[in-house]
Nanobody, 126 residues
Framework: QVQLQESGPGLVKPSQTLSLTCTVS??????????WSWIRQPPGKGLEWIGY???????YYSPSLRSRTSISRDTSKNQFTLQLSSVTPEDTAVYYCARGGGTVVGGRAYYDMDYWGKGTLVTVSS
């Protein structure tokens, strides 16, 4: 049974960088051919797929967030990390990590996840 757990600060100041880590247990993040994603849900809104890091270490980001997003990994700890720079209050959301990939076609995100973390609320406020 794969389990994912998000961790990181619950409060970030505007213009700073949001950094979250997902710790995976019950499976390796380097196992062929899995992808590992970050998704968020702002208060009162729907899910927004952010991007993924693949088993190979390659990454893909949603075009709407690409300029501010970086996803990396530490294979020795079986963790992957989200960094979102220059945050504003509009980045306030529950952030989830999950196993699965996605893509954006015609401005619409398509993604398919089979395991999810419980999510962590990040508030952007001064």
């Amino acid at each position: 049974q794969v389990q994912l757990q998000e961790s990181g600060p619950g409060l970030v100041k505007p213009s700073q960088t949001l950094s979250l880590t997902c710790t995976v247990s019950g499976g390796s993040i380097t196992t062929n051919y899995y992808h590992w994603s970050w998704i968020r849900q702002p208060p009162g809104k729907g899910l927004e797929w952010i991007g993924y890091i693949a088993y190979s270490g390659s990454t893909y980001y949603s075009p709407s967030l690409r300029s501010r997003t970086s996803i990396s990994r530490d294979t020795s700890k079986n963790q992957f990390t989200l960094q979102l720079s220059s945050v504003t209050p509009e980045d306030t959301a529950v952030y989830y990590c999950a196993r699965g990939g996605g893509t954006v076609v015609g401005g619409r995100a398509y993604y398919d996840m089979d395991y999810w973390g419980k999510g962590t609320l990040v508030t952007v406020s001064s």
